[in-house]
T-cell receptor, first 113, second 114 residues
């Protein structure tokens, strides 16, 4: 079972460019999440989705957007990247929102120059 | 004060030792608690949930102290393979309410030496 996959693995992006980070899960989980992890700050929640068709803002949503057209996919878009968005991005999913075990993808390492 | 705080470590202990670390949280409305393990440059993986009565899984014991607002993780008979960063996670209510949050601690680094 693939579980949860992310693409790309890493990316170098020029400031001002847009980019979509992809996330797909095959566990039929209802909830999905996007986090960023920065040294010394831990993981911070960017956006989440309770079920297909619904999304919500996490702790650090500015500069990011998400969509949840179906159960499996939860892409994260940076409309106009800035250097402060350099980070490692993790997608996760869980059966129920917030209270169940979260399963994480392998991460996308993004550098914005 | 951070909402969830962990001693960053590193804790450097010999194989076979017992090691414990805590995670404090500031919001008394916190409802769910977890310990995750993260290896270098890898994704976090659930180690164990933390229940009110405390719970044990092999060499690992997790406890919750609501009065003092902290959770703890105890590792007995530590193995080289236990070397990792341990993240505590606190869920403050359901995410779709205005008062909800999922907060990850910044992690405690543990290094087991032979």
């Amino acid at each position: 079972t693939a579980g949860i996959t992310q693409a790309p693995t890493s990316q170098i992006l020029a400031a001002g460019r847009s980019m979509t980070l992809r996330c797909t899960q095959d566990m039929r989980h209802n909830a999905m999440y996007w986090y960023r992890q920065d040294l010394g700050l831990g993981l911070r929640l960017i956006h989440y989705s309770n079920t297909a068709g619904t999304t919500g803002k996490g702790e650090v949503p500015d500069g990011y957007s998400v969509s949840r057209a179906n159960t499996d996919d939860f892409p994260l878009t940076l409309a106009s990247a800035v250097p402060s968005q350099t980070s490692v991005y993790f997608c996760a999913s869980s059966d129920s929102l917030g209270v169940d075990t979260q399963y994480f993808g392998p991460g996308t390492r993004l550098t914005v120059l | 004060r951070k909402e969830v705080e962990q001693d960053p470590g590193p804790f450097n202990v010999p194989e076979g030792a017992t090691v414990a670390f805590n995670c404090t949280y500031s919001n008394s409305a916190s409802q769910s608690f977890f310990w995750y393990r993260q290896d270098c440059r890898k994704e976090p993986k659930l180690l164990m949930s933390v229940y009110s009565s405390g719970n044990e899984d092999g060499r690992f014991t997790a406890q919750l102290n609501r009065a003092s607002q902290y959770i703890s993780l105890l590792i007995r008979d530590s193995k080289l393979s236990d070397s990792a960063t341990y993240l505590c996670v606190v869920n403050i209510g359901p995410l779709d309410s205005s008062a909800s949050k999922i907060i990850f601690g910044s992690g405690t680094r543990l290094s087991i030496r032979p």
